[in-house]
């Protein structure tokens, strides 16, 4: 690396614009042909993949469409992952999700049926907003 006028920290950068953080003080560890890795990043990677491929289709000029179901939220997505991966979490589908930028459809606010008018006759404040009385009885509204 160093003798083609490459350093550490220009590698990890180039690594994490493609998707894989690496950590600069852990390079050359992650480096290593004996290293590991983790189950959970093994199971998220395929999950993601299956989001994707549900969530997005390919039209016939080849071209990437999102799918009615990439309009899914946590829970009707889950559900439909775990027809494909039988034990999937929701929080592997939850991540696999933010990764991709997908987010369920929010329904919009109910319909405001009654609107007042703005030349409507209002009643007086009598009691001054004051609804404070000595014994049951007093202040009436």
Not at 33 to 54: K, M, Q
Not at 63 to 70: D, K, Q
Not at 84 to 103: E, I
Not at 132 to 139: F, G, Y
């Amino acid at each position: 690396m160093r003798s083609l006028g490459h350093t550490v920290e220009s590698v990890c950068r180039v690594l994490s614009e493609q998707g894989c953080q690496v950590a600069v003080r852990s390079y050359r560890a992650w480096k290593q042909p004996g290293r590991r890795v983790a189950a959970r990043t093994v199971s998220d990677a395929v999950v993601l993949d299956t989001v994707r491929d549900l969530a997005w289709t390919v039209d016939d000029q080849g071209r990437r469409r999102l799918a009615p179901e990439g309009l899914y939220g946590r829970r009707k997505m889950t559900a439909l992952v775990r027809r494909r991966l039988p034990g999937t979490s929701p929080g592997s589908v939850d991540r696999a999700m933010r990764a991709l930028g997908l987010a369920g459809v929010r329904r919009a606010k109910g319909i405001r049926t009654t609107i007042p008018a703005a030349d409507g006759r209002r009643a007086g404040d009598l009691l001054n907003r004051d609804f404070t009385a000595e014994a049951p009885n007093q202040t009436w509204v």
